[in-house]
Every structure is written in structure tokens, then in C-alpha cells.
């Protein structure tokens, strides 16, 4: 009866298993005298099992060790190769949760103000705070301090960005005699601190001071999708494939972009913009992140015709017109109607560009810090 059966029985045939398969996998290594000698060894522990030798079961193992220590020797450095593996495996573990799953984005632009915020810059009169505020200001609220003062009197020349493991961005400021280096973006640079090719500086000048807020670290949902379709309201992800009026202004090299707007109409919707209200089909919407824009409150400015200063755009560019999404296509707004390129130029976004939904803010851990509405 297996009840009655001695541990060291019990024992012994779990090691004849193990040495079997042992034999099997390095089987194809072995040299001839090893796996002859390995297979003696088998046959003789399945003999002491039979007859319950402990004191054979007991030396014929510390044999099949020893043997199999011998014929297989440990791999040099084999704590290099264990740690590579775990790398590796981490590492296509996080490239299939991005490709399939989840995927980390950056907003590039503040064309969904106050809902989410790009990269903001804010010049300052005052220096820096000192260290342990800048350290906690970079770590809790992706807010950069910086000081650049012109070491001679020079002239900007040109600027240069630069980005590591497609996070960390530098901008080499080029003057006729000495260059500078920020860890901030280029084009924040020229716009908030007015950094520009022709621009000169005296000696001990100030070239930027203040402080730069990274664009919100989001995640977007790759998943949902395949599963349901794209809802009214959905704050989403999608390329600029095929979008000529976007492909157009891009530069080659850089390929195909990705946008994130709110979904606004869905295919055979007709919509309108008076502003500073949006109209679906011929009726005011009711849906709270939709009616939030509208209201004028909490730096929400509502829909526009045009943007702050400048033209129509090319759809919905007055209180009277008025744009039926096509079949298969989205209607894509910025939360910053008057300062966001989205559909009002282009027309529809193609179904087959949508790449996601707007999941949350992970990172900085500001007030928009968590789910997306």
C-alpha cells in the first residue's frame, strides 16, 4: 500500500524520475563512459528500491550526483547569464504590454487644457528655490528650475534638441562663443522664453530663468477598443496616418505622429459650433466632460469657430456651418478649443487610426493625477 510505503522509497523514485529525465535532457552532452556509467547507476538505484536497501539507495545517489557534477560542470560567470535572461525577460514582458496593453504617452501640446496639460513654461523675475524644493519639485510635480546667464557678451546662433531613452530632452543653445545645454525642450524654449536664433546677450545676462512643467505621463489603453467601439466623450489616442492636412507640415523623418483629443462626434452625427456651445445633431449634449467645456468655468473656455487671433478653420468655422462625420471616422476636439489643431481642420480621424483610449495620469502627481474624464 503507497500509506505504508518508507519516506525513503517514496524518496528514492522521485530521484530515479529526476535522474531519468536528467539522462534524457543531456543525453545529447554526455560523453559515451559518463552516460554509460549514468545509466549503471539508474539500473542499480531501481534494484535497492526493489529491495529496500536504504544503505545502496543512500550511496548510489551520492554516485548519481557526483557523476552528473562531473559530466555537466557549472557554467562560468553563469550569474551573468542568469541576470541577462531576467533582463530579457523583463524586457519583452514590457514590450508586449506596450504593444498589446498598455502604453506610456506624453502630452506634447496643451491643446487638452485644463484637462490635461502639455509642456508649459513660465519665465520668473526671481532665481531658483534652493535645492531640496527643486529636488521635490522635479520628482513630485515634473517641474524643472533653471538659470542660464549669458557667460559673455554673444549672440544666439541656433538650438539643437536632443532626446535620451525617448524621455529626457536636452537643447544645446549654439552662440558665437559658447554654448549652453538645458534639460529642457526646444520649442517651450523659443516659446515661453523667447530663446531664438539672432537674439543677443551681455555678459552676466539673464538667458532663461524659470521654470518648466513636463507635458502629464498618461497611459493609454490599447485593449478596450477591440472590444468596444470608441464612445462619445472618450478622451482617445490615434495616428496621423493618412492625414495629409497633419502629414503635410511634418517633417519626413520623423514619420507618422500620434494625437489625443476627445472623440466629439461619431460617424453620421452632424455637429455645429456656436460659440461657446457644441451642437449634435441640432442638440446641446448632455454629457458632463462635453457641458464641462462649455460652461466657461475652471479655465474651460468652450468651442470655437476659430482660434484666439486667427482665421476660421476649414470645418465649423462659423456659428452656421455645419460637418456630418463620415461613415467609419471620428470627430476629434481639443479640450483648448482655441488653441488646438484638431478636426475643425482636417475633417474626420479614420477609424483604422485610432490607437487607444486616454487610461490615466501617472505621473506627475499634480491634481489630474489618476483616471482620465
Known amino acids: 500500500m503507497f500509506f505504508l510505503t518508507p519516506r525513503y522509497i517514496k524518496e528514492a523514485k522521485h530521484?530515479?524520475?529526476?535522474?531519468?529525465?536528467?539522462?534524457?535532457?543531456?543525453?545529447?552532452?554526455?560523453?559515451?563512459?559518463?552516460?554509460?556509467?549514468?545509466?549503471?547507476?539508474?539500473?542499480?538505484?531501481?534494484?535497492?528500491?526493489?529491495?529496500?536497501?536504504?544503505?545502496?539507495?543512500?550511496?548510489?545517489?551520492?554516485?548519481?550526483?557526483?557523476?552528473?557534477?562531473?559530466?555537466?560542470?557549472?557554467?562560468k560567470h553563469s550569474w551573468i547569464r542568469e541576470n541577462v535572461e531576467v533582463i530579457l525577460v523583463a524586457i519583452v514582458i514590457a514590450a508586449g504590454v506596450k504593444a498589446y496593453l498598455l502604453q506610456p504617452f506624453r502630452i506634447p501640446t496643451g491643446s487638452m487644457q485644463?484637462?490635461?496639460?502639455?509642456?508649459?513654461?513660465?519665465?520668473?523675475?526671481?532665481p531658483p528655490p534652493n535645492l531640496l524644493v527643486r529636488a521635490f519639485d522635479l520628482v513630485v510635480r515634473g517641474r524643472h528650475h533653471f538659470d542660464l546667464r549669458a557667460a559673455a557678451t554673444d549672440v544666439v546662433v541656433s538650438l539643437q534638441e536632443r532626446t535620451y531613452l525617448n524621455f529626457f530632452t536636452f537643447t544645446t543653445i549654439s552662440c558665437r562663443n559658447v554654448s549652453y545645454t538645458l534639460f529642457v525642450p526646444r520649442d517651450p524654449l523659443v516659446r515661453y522664453f523667447h530663446v531664438v536664433p539672432g537674439r543677443e546677450f551681455s555678459a552676466g545676462d539673464v538667458i532663461a530663468r524659470g521654470h518648466m512643467d513636463t507635458g502629464d505621463q498618461i497611459f493609454v489603453d490599447k485593449v478596450s477598443y477591440n472590444f468596444v467601439k470608441p464612445a462619445l466623450g472618450d478622451v482617445f489616442v490615434f495616428k496621423t496616418t493618412g492625414i495629409r492636412e497633419i502629414e503635410n507640415g511634418l517633417d519626413p523623418a520623423m514619420g507618422s505622429q500620434h494625437y489625443i483629443k476627445r472623440l466629439c462626434g461619431l460617424p453620421g452625427q452632424t455637429l455645429r459650433i456656436s460659440p461657446p456651445t457644441l451642437f449634435i445633431n441640432g442638440e446641446i449634449p448632455g454629457m458632463f466632460v462635453l457641458q464641462r467645456v462649455m460652461s466657461m468655468k475652471n479655465a474651460y473656455q468652450g468651442y470655437s469657430n476659430n482660434g484666439h487671433n486667427g482665421p476660421s478653420f476649414r470645418f465649423l468655422g462659423s456659428p452656421e456651418a455645419t460637418y456630418t462625420v463620415p461613415p467609419r471616422n471620428y470627430f476629434a476636439l481639443g479640450d483648448n478649443s482655441y488653441h488646438s489643431r484638431d478636426s475643425r481642420d482636417w475633417g474626420g480621424v479614420p477609424e483604422r487610426n485610432v490607437a487607444g483610449r486616454g487610461l490615466l495620469v501617472y505621473w506627475p502627481f499634480s491634481e489630474r493625477w489618476g483616471l482620465i474624464r
Open 15 to 75: 530521484y530515479l524520475h529526476g535522474a531519468r529525465k536528467f539522462l534524457a535532457y543531456k543525453k545529447d552532452i554526455l560523453t559515451d563512459p559518463h552516460r554509460e556509467d549514468l545509466e549503471g547507476l539508474i539500473n542499480e538505484l531501481k534494484g535497492a528500491i526493489r529491495s529496500r536497501d536504504r544503505h545502496t539507495i543512500d550511496r548510489v545517489v551520492q554516485s548519481i550526483n557526483t557523476l552528473a557534477e562531473r559530466a555537466v560542470p557549472p557554467l
Open 114 to 126: 485644463p484637462t490635461l496639460y502639455g509642456i508649459v513654461g513660465v519665465p520668473t523675475d526671481t
